[in-house]
T-cell receptor, first 116, second 115 residues
Framework: NAGVTQTPKFRVLKTGQSMTLLCAQD?????MYWYRQDPGMGLRLIHY???????AKGEVPDGYNVSRLKKQNFLLGLESAAPSQTSVYFC???????????????FGPGTRLTVL | AQKITQTQPGMFVQEKEAVTLDCTYD???????LFWYKQPSSGEMIFLIY??????QNATEGRYSLNFQKARKSANLVISASQLGDSAMYFC????????????FGTGTRLLVSP
């Protein structure tokens, strides 16, 4: 089991460029999440998905889009990157089957994105 | 809205000693869950321990225990017998007790364990 993997690990963009971050999990989890981590601010939820074909906004969704076409994959897109989107992005997944608060989230290794 | 506060930006402890990392929370929910995650310098997020708001006993996982004081809205992490490998960032987080789990994280505490 690879768990949760993220591609790429590092990326540098110029302002206005677009890119897609890929998250994949092999644990058959229903729920998937995208977070961003900025210095001194902890992790903040960008978007999440409760199942294949569904997505929803989190705390800081502006400037991002997501898609969950396959259960195992959750894509995060930046259509027109801005310097404010320089951050470390984490994907996570959880079983979600029972909707319990004990449902542990498993995190990927993160993607460090710099927007110049 | 839920909020997590971690007031200690950094903590120092000597190897083999115990350390307490503070976490206070604010929520109007009656049912909620509290989590602690560890983030080593390598960057990954590692789940440590969970406490449900209706759990009467404090959660324990090996050297980790959660000192849950509901009336004070605090959920402090206690690490006993610190090891050098415990040096990391530690994040407290909470989620609603029912339905979808949307974690709200604190700003973290950096723990440094010295020999």
């Amino acid at each position: 089991n690879a768990g949760v993997t993220q591609t790429p690990k590092f990326r540098v963009l110029k302002t206005g460029q677009s890119m897609t971050l890929l998250c994949a999990q092999d644990m058959n989890h229903e729920y998937m999440y995208w977070y961003r981590q900025d210095p001194g601010m902890g992790l903040r939820l960008i978007h999440y998905s409760v199942g294949e074909g569904t997505t929803a906004k989190g705390e800081v969704p502006d400037g991002y889009n997501v898609s969950r076409l396959k259960k195992q994959n959750f894509l995060l897109g930046l259509e027109s990157a801005a310097p404010s989107q320089t951050s470390v992005y984490f994907c996570a997944s959880s079983y979600g089957g029972l909707g319990l608060s004990t449902d542990e989230q498993f995190f990927g290794p993160g993607t460090r994105l710099t927007v110049l | 809205a839920q909020k997590i506060t971690q007031t200690q930006p950094g903590m120092f402890v000597q190897e083999k000693e115990a350390v307490t990392l503070d976490c206070t929370y604010d929520t109007s929910d009656q049912s909620y869950g509290l989590f602690w995650y560890k983030q080593p310098s390598s960057g990954e997020m590692i789940f440590l321990i969970y406490q449900g708001s209706y759990d009467e006993q404090n959660a324990t996982e090996g050297r980790y225990s959660l000192n849950f004081q509901k009336a004070r809205k605090s959920a402090n992490l206690v690490i006993s017998a610190s090891q050098l490998g415990d040096s990391a960032m530690y994040f407290c987080a909470m989620s609603p007790g029912t339905g979808f789990q949307k974690l709200v994280f604190g700003t973290g505490t950096r723990l440094l364990v010295s020999p």
